[in-house]
């Protein structure tokens, strides 16, 4: 099963909004409310910041906002901070092997 | 505080074998789905396998099937890879996580390189 499509990279300045997609099929994001989406640092772990599509765990930031259409899913970073640089990966449930599909990741860059 | 702490990893040999643990604290650990999430050096994140509460039923992904085995034991709060038939293209960094789709708690993380 192939990954799920993340643009490599995207960037932007200090309290700017940029979006981040993820796109699958009818049979993964777009089949189930399960998208999930991940921040991690160099040499850290995966921190989850969205999940169910839009929602947000406890304590992370409301700058961070998740939203689906068809079979895109997408992360959407409001007021850009330098800290929020980093990789970024989506994920999602699909129904091969019963298991989990991640996206390529997208490295964020905060000019 | 939710603690996940892998052990186990290292370096070996094709076709060699490797069992990882992950030893958890500060949750219900026999209430909760556990997966284990692999990133390969320079690479994205790989979903491996994850198992249920009591260890009935467990998923892979496709290309560790029939070599990787998940398994649990809730009397020790302690969730277990064992890997066989180990394969370059398997080296990566190798994450304990909780939760079955979803990952909210994720452990440091334990190498396993594969080489000759």
């Known amino acids: 099963q192939s990954a799920l499509t993340q643009p490599a990279s995207v960037s932007g300045s200090p309290g700017q909004s940029i979006t981040i997609s993820c796109t699958g099929t009818?049979?993964?994001?777009?089949?189930?409310?399960?998208v999930a989406w991940y921040q991690q640092h160099p040499g850290k772990a995966p921190k989850l910041i969205i999940f169910?599509?839009?929602n947000r765990p406890s304590g992370v930031s409301n700058r961070f906002s998740g939203s689906k259409s068809g079979n895109t899913a997408s992360l959407t970073i409001s007021g850009l901070q330098p800290e929020d640089e980093g990789d970024y990966y989506c994920?999602?449930?699909?129904?091969?092997?019963?298991?989990?599909?991640f996206g390529g990741g997208t490295k964020l860059t905060v000019l | 505080e939710v603690q996940l702490v892998e052990s186990g990893g290292g370096f070996v040999q094709p076709g060699g074998s490797l069992r990882l643990s992950c030893a958890a604290s500060g949750f219900t650990f026999s209430r909760s789905w556990m997966s284990w999430v692999r990133q390969a050096p320079g690479k994205g994140l790989e979903w491996v396998a994850n198992i249920n509460e009591d260890g009935n039923e467990k998923n892979y992904v496709d290309s560790v099937k029939g070599r990787f085995t998940i398994s649990r034991d809730n009397t020790k709060n302690s969730l277990y890879l064992q890997m066989n038939s180990l394969r370059v293209e398997d080296t990566a960094v190798f994450y304990c996580?909780?939760?079955?789709?979803?990952?909210?708690?994720w452990g440091q993380g334990a190498l396993v390189a594969v080489s000759s």
């Open positions: 169910g599509v839009h």
């Open positions: 009818s049979s993964d994001t777009g089949g189930y409310k399960y």
């Open positions: 994920n999602s449930y699909t129904p091969t092997s019963a298991g989990v599909i």
């Open positions: 996580a909780r939760g079955r789709i979803y990952f909210d708690y």
